[in-house]
């Protein structure tokens, strides 16, 4: 059946010319109890507006309802807990990671002193660690997903990573792009909780610095010698004993990483604890006893011996992300023998390069250190 057969268009043309704007259709086969369907103009939705005084599509205003005082201290709470992540989240990749390394060692002091105020040391240890766990962990176990099936490929130019199965074959390129996050994430760390460390013995009582870090490296009974290096020292024999004092930190780090989750992150917090102490402590007393500027010592100090704690704090953190990842591939790959193999193999090249990092560290240390010592100080 047509239109036209089924409505009656009778009026339709003289509908449309309507001055009220009123246009129905009704099909004459309708019950006289069905609706009439019709359609207004807007002027006369206008008109029924101003004559009702306010929008048609109003709805009723709800009372408000009054907060109450968990409410608000809920939103208090909340906000205060978010707003370092949306600060954080402003930054650079790099600056991020130092960011939460000078917050978690901040934090982790303040608890420490406020929960243990006899041995606050330690303890602020214990409370940076967990801080600062959750980040490394993630990026743990995003590179243990990694291993083995990632691959940069070059087309026109263009630097590309390919995601599946790749050969055998070891790649310096491919290394480097999957431990090049964990590297960077470990050491903006350990940076951060340095420069605290620094910032706040620079600004405390040297009462309150030997309280907090009795047990991190400060010695009450330091007298700095102006004859600071190794010159006339037998070398290759100090030599032997740095690097066997430093292996042994290197593999109590890798222990601990296989073992204890935290243990990884407790070593890099230590190291920086540790070094932060030492050279900010002999810096401090220096400059009081024989009259020189703070700033004077601290700093081609910390220049001197910039080149050989990097190396030998990178051989740290390749030994400790070896220790993760093969923590979490025996969980994981169980019962899969090929790819547990394959991340045993990682893990072993890992640890050749930290052993490599730290043998370079320590002959830096042993024979560079007092030709920078000197080009340093004689600067400032």
Known sequence: MGLKNKYN????????????????????????DKKTFGYVKPMSISNQAKKLGK???????????????KQILYLII????????????????????????????????????????????????????????PFIQRQIKYNELMIGRTEQVRKKGVTL????????????????????????????????????????????????????????????????????????????????????????VLLVAFILALVFPLGAVMIIVWNAIYWGVVFTQYALIYSSMYGVGFLAILVPLLLSVSIHMILEIISYFFAAVSGNILAIGIIKEKHNPDRMMTIIRYCIILLLFALGFLFIGVFTEVYLFDVLKNIFFSIF
């Open 161 to 248: 990573v390919k995601f599946g199965m790749k050969s055998e074959k070891f790649s310096f390129k491919d290394f480097f792009l999957e431990n090049k996050g964990i590297l960077k994430t470990y050491l903006y760390f350990f940076i951060g909780v340095m420069l605290v460390i620094i910032s706040l013995i620079a600004v405390v009582p040297q009462e309150t610095s030997s309280h907090l870090f009795n047990d991190q490296g400060w010695e009450k009974n330091l007298i700095p010698s102006k004859n600071l290096g190794f010159e006339n020292v037998d070398k290759p024999t100090l030599l032997r004993s740095i690097f066997t004092n430093n292996l042994s």
């Open 55 to 69: 929008p048609l599509n109003t709805l009723p205003k709800k009372p408000r309802t009054k907060i109450t005082f």
């Open 78 to 133: 909340t906000y205060f807990k978010e707003l370092p992540t949306k600060f954080a989240n402003d930054l650079p990749y790099g600056l991020k990671s130092l960011y939460y390394g000078i917050l978690g060692c901040m934090v982790g002091f303040g608890f420490a002193i406020l929960l243990f105020p006899e041995n606050p040391g330690i303890f602020a240890i214990l409370f940076i660690t967990v801080f600062l766990t």
């Open 9 to 32: 268009l009778k009026f339709i043309n003289e509908s449309i010319n309507d001055s009220k704007g009123l246009l129905k259709y009704k099909d004459n086969n309708t019950p006289k």
